[in-house]
T-cell receptor, first 112, second 112 residues
């Protein structure tokens, strides 16, 4: 079975704190993709990053970084020096063949 | 801006009525997906088109649901005899040559 687990339902931090959102996935496929999307209050899902199963290199983009570890089936997302505009629901998703399987999301609240 | 538009953005209807939603991806999106998202959950896959061919349908898509993509461009999702359990956000996503799905703003349906 394919599954994505985001155990953190809600996280609250104060602006400028670092925060890590956890994602654990299950799949038997050898080739797959992992994604993170952001969903602000407006509701639109905004694509953040895609990694394929053969590329375990960590990635940094500005204040965002991602840690992909196949050994633990995890794809965690860290926001450094969080800002109020980072407040949103963040979804991790597993892509295999034709569809995306989403976790239940982590709501991040960044307080001023 | 992903280039994927959806219409309407909001729909309120009475139980038993039929509703139709439209999705317009960009021309490069030969693949088109529909997802449903209920409150507090991640999006769930409904159906998938490659050009005008509907290739996959989830078991979530009951007989009351039908989707079309007649010319391989825009797509429609119709729900007949709506029920209160159909209340959700309906999301459309387009995909071109990469593995990334780009989402539209969604249609929020409320069935009274």
């Amino acid at each position: 079975a394919q599954k994505v687990t985001q155990a953190q339902t809600e996280i609250s931090v104060v602006e400028k704190e670092d925060v890590t959102l956890d994602c654990v996935y299950e799949t038997r496929d050898t080739t797959y993709y992992l994604f993170w999307y952001k969903q602000p209050p407006s509701g639109e899902l905004v694509f953040l990053i895609r990694r394929n199963s053969f590329d375990e290199q960590n990635e940094i983009s500005g204040r965002y970084s991602w840690n992909f570890q196949k050994s633990t089936s995890s794809f965690n997302f860290t926001i450094t020096a969080s800002q109020v505009v980072d407040s949103a629901v963040y979804f991790c998703a597993l892509g295999s063949s034709y569809k995306l399987i989403f976790g239940s999301g982590t709501r991040l609240l960044v307080r001023p | 801006d992903t280039g994927v538009s959806q219409d309407p953005r909001h729909k309120i209807t009475k139980r038993g009525q039929n509703v139709t939603f439209r999705c317009d991806p960009i021309s490069e999106h030969n693949r088109l997906y529909w997802y449903r998202q209920t409150l507090g959950q991640g999006p769930e896959f409904l159906t998938y088109f490659q050009n005008e061919a509907q290739l996959e349908k989830s078991r979530l898509l009951s007989d009351r649901f039908s989707a079309e993509r007649p010319k391989g461009s825009f797509s429609t999702l119709e729900i007949q005899r709506t029920e209160q359990g159909d209340s959700a956000m309906y999301l459309c996503a387009g995909r071109g040559g990469s593995e990334t799905q780009y989402f539209g703003p969604g249609t929020r349906l409320l069935v009274l």
